[in-house]
């Protein structure tokens, strides 16, 4: 890959003087898919994070380009306006603000960023029908405030429905799958393939290979003890499902 | 060890005495002509309670953080007579806080109820109001009702304060049975006078007939950042399954002091839902005592204050179960920013009578600054034995998960914030029930903070 969109060299990231992610390195290019596996505490969300910008990381060595940029120096609503998307393993409930209200602001932010025109209130509300009716998500739902109250299973495809609003360049979904019962499964998936084009580049974690049926990956990895022990092709996933992570480095068993 | 050290020390000064100028002042009114007689006792009754007891300092357990003595007797207040030609047209403009509402409205300047300025014409069906002082005239019982919550001999000598000194108040009744959708507003606007601070003692008798249902609104504004004194007595009694909407909103300059006491009684299978929001004043002190007073009533405390700067806001509330099936819900929500303080004491009192009463209380704050200090202190006192009685108060800053959430979508973090102090305040107004104040708060408190108006149609708080 001559240009990656994203590029992540040797990344070390620490929580609390504990060292998490022990040297990463990963290319995304436009257009790919990439499935990221690996057991309970290896690092998977708090490589997520480190790419959405959640400043309780550290990081401590290597770097990330993405589209050209020093993605590490950049805050996260730059990430954002970039076209980086965190879909949340564990969405944030906001009472008191409006889930539409906020996904407008939050566009319109995005587009004033990018020097585009912003979306008035016409506009704004068919393209979120439109998108409403791609992830079969309820008005009611989004008429209410930002995941309040929302079951797990309806604040995962609520984040699917931003990533459906926002369009990311990057967008990485953070075990999506778990809290879908298998009906909302085949409709996110739907969703998320709606979505795919040869600009666009998703990072999937997932701990089950069942949401690789819907979500074809071009590659996928495995992350174990906060390093890449293995990467693969679509196989990988099934003989991971097969056989579990045991058979992989004994470093990555033993976590 | 001398006999001196064995004697206790003398109690400390729980009130002090008021400053002569006030009985100056009072002596005024007393020699007024055209009282009647019910009145003109109570005011004697009411003054002589006060002088003999007094303000109440911070020695006084239930006014330690707040010593109102120190801001009474600092300086003698003016009692202002009716506005003037002048005072009116100043008034004129701040007095429709809610003209597009277009419901009636009762007006009163320093105290005085001023009819240019009300709305009381074609009040709805079932709908009675007047200044109460006016209603007397028509041969009107209701100042014989005055106190009969609000008790002069209590030890909030604050309401015999107001008693004495009321220059005149609103009354409200519902007719049995009524349903008004018209939200019926008070609006007390205060002069702040020239050089020598004003005094104004509002007063509010409000009438809900059985099976009833209102809404009443009560304002306090100012009409300049001219220090001035507002010391407010709203008693309410709500009958048999009526059901009452009351907001109080103070949004006076931040050079004043209000003080106000909202005294209410509910009958059976009633509901009362009582707002308290305060974003003006140098200094605040609420009570409100509520009693479920029949078997099945239901109350709602909500309360909202907004401090920055140098404000205080000191907010004292009595829930007072007397009867079974009582449920009482009380939800506080103060933000503070610079070095504000607040204090909140709710008491939740269960009577042995009061079998099955449910009652949840809590008071939540928001800290924007190192220097702002909050207080809650809840006083549960539990005398029967098959009750639910939950509360819980909390102090926390802005959540950064939610932070974070807001920025990884695009929003900035300066937006980001505002959005959720803005979000943490829509919860509390999303208590009142739609009307036309809920709108405008939502709409002023967006512009507070985000400094943007609110996108039409979209509703920024949700739900
Ligand atoms: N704020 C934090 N403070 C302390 N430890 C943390 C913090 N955040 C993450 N960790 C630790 O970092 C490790 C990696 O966590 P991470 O959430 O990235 O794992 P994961 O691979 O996403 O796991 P899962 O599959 O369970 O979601 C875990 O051991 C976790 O306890
Ligand atoms: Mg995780």
Known sequence: MANPLLKIEDLHAAVQGKEILRGIDLAVGAGEVHAIMGPNGSGKSTLAGVLAGRDSYEVTAGRVTYAGQDLLEMAPEDRASAGVFLAFQYPVEIPGVGNLYFLRAALNAQRRQRGEEELDAADFLQLAKKRMKLLEMDDTLTRRAVNEGFSGGEKKRNEIFQMAMLEPKLAILDETDSGLDIDALKVVAQGVNALRDAQRAMLVITHYQRLLNYIVPDYVHVLAAGRIVKSGGKELALELEEKGYGWLEPEAAAV | MSAATLTAPPAPAVYTVPDAAYERAFAAIAARSGEPAVLRQLRRSAFAQLQQRGFPTSKHEEYRQTNLAAVLQRSAFALPERPGAAALRAAERAAHPGAAFGGPQLTFVDGHFTPELSRLKSLPAGVRAGALLAANDAGDDRLARLGELADIGGENTLVAFNTAFFSDGAWVEIAPGAQVDAQIEIVHLATGGAGVP????????????????????????????????????????????????????????????????????????????????????????????????????????NGLYVAEGRQHVDNHTVLDHAEPRGASREYYRGILDGQATTAFRGRILVRPDAQHTDAVQSDKNLLLSSDCTANADPQLEIRADDVRCTHGATFGQIDEEALFYLRSRGVGAEMARHLLIFAFAAEALGRLNPSPLRTRLETELFSRWTGLTPPEGAEASGG
């Open chain 2, 198 to 301: 004003t005094m104004a003692h509002p007063r509010q008798l409000i009438l809900a007939g059985r099976g009833s249902r209102a809404k009443v609104v009560e304002t306090y504004l100012s009409l300049n950042g001219a220090a001035h004194l507002t010391n407010a007595v709203t008693e309410i009694f709500v009958a048999e399954n009526a059901e009452l909407e009351h907001a109080r909103l103070q949004q006076e300059n931040t050079a004043a002091c209000h003080i106000s006491a909202v005294h209410s009684r509910q009958a059976a299978d009633s509901r009362l839902r009582l707002h308290a929001l305060t974003f003006g004043g140098a200094l605040t002190r609420n009570d409100v005592v509520t009693v479920l007073h029949g078997p099945g009533a239901e109350a709602l405390l």
